[in-house]
């Protein structure tokens, strides 16, 4: 088998389904690179890219904000995400806005480390939302 079956769903809606020849995305171990084949798998989601490389060597991307994913041994993905977008629908000038206010706001609490961690995880959080934005505009201009 040369592809995978990848379906990427969120509590609202499937995000997405379909065949790829490798997906790379966050776990809490690190960033991994599925393949045909790939071992069986389920590991925790860190919020982040997913990259989805289709048959023609077209790469889609997408945000996912954590989650879970499962790869079992026919070679089918499945990601049960917090919550999903493509890259194509999310709002830059709104991750931005809510990036500079989580950064705000830490610099607010900072003798509190619990408030700091959690506004800590929204400025990651969006800004990984802001580079799966950036990189499918520039796949789009190549």
Do not use: C
Request: net charge negative; charged share 25%.
């Amino acid at each position: 088998m040369n592809t995978l079956h990848l379906k990427i769903v969120s509590p609202e809606r499937v995000v997405h389904e379909g065949e790829a020849t490798r997906v790379t995305l966050r776990t809490r171990s690190g960033e991994i690179t599925i393949l045909p084949n790939h071992a069986p798998l389920v590991s925790l989601l860190e919020p982040g890219e997913l990259v989805v490389e289709m048959k023609d060597k077209y790469l889609e991307w997408f945000y996912v904000s954590g989650g879970v994913v499962q790869i079992s041994p026919n070679s089918t993905v499945t990601v049960l995400a917090d919550t999903s977008e493509h890259a194509s629908e999310i709002d830059a000038e709104r991750a931005e806005q809510a990036r500079e206010k989580a950064e705000q706001a830490m610099a607010e609490y900072e003798g509190n480390e619990v408030e700091v961690e959690e506004f800590q995880k929204i400025v990651n959080s969006e800004m990984a939302r802001l580079r799966a934005h950036q990189k499918y505009h520039q796949t789009l201009k190549n």
